[in-house]
């Protein structure tokens, strides 16, 4: 697969993954936020037309160039430092800059294959990245439900005090 930022051209409509919300986050708002500078979204799609081939030939018949395989978006926020794990609020003034892994989805059909792990590292080192240039202590995520959270802890995310949904991945 490759990652792309999001464009008008990828087939928004036919994503699933099991969370209805985010399938209508994707939909109908993901490109509109974009436009605004709200936040970006970047989608992985199969790399080439073999790749799309394989996919078939295992099944997944439905599956294009342009077919959204996964998804991530990005945008700035600011927290409290009192808010993250205590541990760490000794290292922050009272009030700083992060970047907020809004939402993190892979196809239901193609979960639990390491999609969703290769997301994870593209969107922390996107992050780390912008932070070189901008400003940004950590990366922040709200997550879905207490599976999910599992999921952000097993890559070194810290469980924001008496707030077990809302972890935090220090970048520095
Ligand atoms: C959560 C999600 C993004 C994980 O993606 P995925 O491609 O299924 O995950 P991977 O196959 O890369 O799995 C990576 C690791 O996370 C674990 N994992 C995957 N999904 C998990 C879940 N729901 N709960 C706990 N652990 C999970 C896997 O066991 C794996 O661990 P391992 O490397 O020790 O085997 C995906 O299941 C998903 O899109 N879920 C629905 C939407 C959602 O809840 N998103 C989170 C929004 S906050």
Not at 5 to 18: E, I, K, M, P, Q
Not at 76 to 93: G, I, N, Q
Request: proline content about 3%; some cysteine; hydrophobic content about 45%.
């Amino acid at each position: 697969m490759k990652l792309q930022a999001l464009t008008g051209n990828h087939v928004r409509n036919g994503f699933d993954c099991g969370v209805e919300a985010l399938n209508i986050w994707l939909r109908q708002t993901a490109l509109q936020h974009q436009a605004k500078g709200i936040s970006r979204t970047f989608v992985a799609v199969p790399s080439n037309a073999e790749e799309v081939e394989r996919y078939r030939l295992a099944g997944y018949d439905d599956l294009g160039e342009a077919s959204i395989l996964g998804f991530f978006a990005l945008a700035s926020a600011f927290v409290l430092a009192d808010d993250l794990a205590p541990e760490l609020v000794k290292r922050y003034p009272r009030q700083i800059p992060v970047t907020r892994l809004g939402r993190l989805a892979i196809r239901s059909d193609l979960q639990g294959q390491g999609l969703g792990r290769l997301l994870l590292a593209d969107a922390v080192t996107r992050s780390r990245n912008a932070a070189l240039s901008v400003g940004s202590a950590g990366i922040f995520v709200d997550a879905k439900n207490s599976a999910a959270a599992k999921f952000y802890a097993d890559y070194g995310f810290m469980v924001c005090k008496e707030q077990p949904l809302k972890l935090y991945l220090p970048m520095w």
